[in-house]
């Protein structure tokens, strides 16, 4: 009881961080029951400066966008174990920044931060794995003497639960249910068919935003995606629609056999304007614009988007996978 | 070679590229600069700054005022775009006001402004 009162105590009803909602979708895709660990670190930023961020006094300023991201799920030592237990946490910033390239935002500045702190759990038998946390979102000033708000602290409960390849997630705030959606997911781990190593695209997913959760159009929207592969393991396509009308297409396509290089094109509509995106994909790098998925992640549209990201599930001391990409054919490992 | 292959040079390639042209970018970017000249023979100026004129997010102070034929130094300003700038300044009597202008301080552009007298006794910034 107490802790329901604290946890009650403790959130916030406001708009999430951008990026939240997107992280758990990607916790959803990249864990399951026999992982060990998942890691997110990652620095984006605009590469030309654009003009649409208004300061309270000084006027509207040319600048760039960034965003530091450090993110981690750890597992319990003992990989041999049925039962594991793990912790979940991260950390995240960014801003409005008057420079380019790993320099810190300098004053006058606007920043934010957010940190999460979960438990995860997995039965490795029956295949389930769950995670649950606290995220928490600073709030958001303009630094300097203007100080002024532009935005109120938020706090949610948030869940992520996955049963072998269909899996559930789900916020919720004060003001009750944020986020909802059931999904069946692609496993991340590679199968066999056939003497014939592959990695299923298939993805197709059902649920409920609640309006300022909703990073489409604003509005209590049920949604629904689906992604199909198209050209064996190579190319697949993925469409997502809400309630409120269409949202993204997109057919993204992995060059290299290990699914780390390719491109992705989409058309999407975003909060009524059409946005061609195109994101090109090598390791550890993405160069972007306007792709939905690295708008939902790091909330930066309109400009050429570069990313410096190192995104990868640990399943055992011998695999690693980052999303996509399955251990090579021939002796297994990385 | 595989078309595979070359394709996946071509996209490593290409990569670079596009990340050694963005740091370029901020070889020539940088801080706006701004300097003022004083052409004003009534008016002397006292500070400049960006912001609200009661808490202003930037300032520099001048000590004695600049007056008439003089430049000030040239100064770094912390933020681009289209700013609001205003100048602090003081006449031979002791009267003080303060003129606002709408600034356009693109990233690493260098601006000078001339604060003159106008016609109708008052002064403007051009």
């Known amino acids: 009881m107490l802790w329901i009162l ?49 300061h309270p006094t000084l006027g509207q300023l040319d600048g760039f966008r960034e965003v530091r991201r450090v993110l981690g799920a750890m597992m319990g030592p003992d990989s041999s174990s049925m039962v594991r237990l793990g912790l979940e946490g991260g950390w995240e910033g960014g801003g409005w920044t008057p420079d380019l390239y790993l320099a810190g935002p300098t004053k006058p500045d606007l920043f934010h931060a957010a940190w999460s702190a979960g438990l995860c759990g ?32 938020e706090t949610d409960l948030w869940t992520v639960l996955r049963w072998k390849r269909a899996g559930v997630r789900a916020a919720t705030d004060r003001r009750g249910l944020a986020t909802s959606r059931l999904s069946f997911l692609s496993d991340p781990s590679p199968l066999i068919k056939d003497g014939k190593w592959f990695l299923p695209l298939a993805e197709a997913s059902v649920g409920w935003e609640r309006a300022d959760w909703n990073r489409w159009n604003g509005n209590d929207e049920w949604a629904g995606t689906v992604r199909v592969p198209l050209l064996a393991q190579r190319v697949s396509a993925r469409v997502e629609a809400g309630s409120d009308g269409f949202r993204l297409a997109q057919v993204s396509s992995d060059i290299d056999p290990q699914g780390e290089v390719g491109m992705d094109l989409s058309w999407s509509v975003r909060h009524g304007r059409d946005l061609a995106g195109i994101r090109m994909r090598i390791p550890f790098l993405t160069f972007s614009v306007n792709d939905p998925d690295d708008v939902d992640e790091f909330a930066v549209r309109g400009s050429l988007v570069w990313s410096m990201r190192l995104r990868m599930t640990w399943e055992d001391s011998q695999t690693w996978y980052a999303p996509g990409r399955r251990p090579a054919p021939i002796g297994g490992g990385s | ?110 601006q000078r402004l001339v604060l003159e007298d106008d016609t109708g006794g008052g002064v403007r910034i051009r």
């Open chain 1, 122 to 153: 997995s039965l490795v038998e029956p295949g389930l794995f769950g995670m649950a946390g606290l995220h928490h979102a600073d709030a958001m000033d303009w630094s300097g003497a203007g100080g002024n708000r532009v935005a109120a602290p």
């Open chain 1, 6 to 54: 604290l946890i009650g105590w403790a959130l916030h009803g406001s708009d999430p961080t951008p990026a939240w909602p997107q992280e758990l979708e990607d916790f959803q895709r990249g864990l399951h029951a026999k992982a060990l660990g998942y890691l997110d670190i990652a620095q984006v930023q605009t590469m030309d400066p654009n003009s649409t961020i208004a």
């Open chain 2, 1 to 110: 070679m595989k078309r595979s292959r070359l394709i996946l040079r071509a996209l490593v390639t290409l990569g670079g590229g596009v990340f050694l042209g963005g740091c370029l970018v901020d070889l020539y970017g940088g801080e706006p600069q701004i300097q003022i000249q004083v052409d004003s023979h009534r008016w002397m100026l006292e500070s400049e700054g960006l912001g609200d004129t009661a808490s202003p997010v930037w300032t520099v102070a001048f000590a004695p005022p600049i007056g008439a034929g003089a430049v000030t130094q040239v100064e770094n300003l912390p933020v681009a775009g289209d700013l609001h700038l205003f100048l602090r300044l003081t006449d031979t009597l002791g009267r003080d006001t303060v003129v606002r202008d709408q600034l356009h301080a693109g990233v690493g552009e260098f």
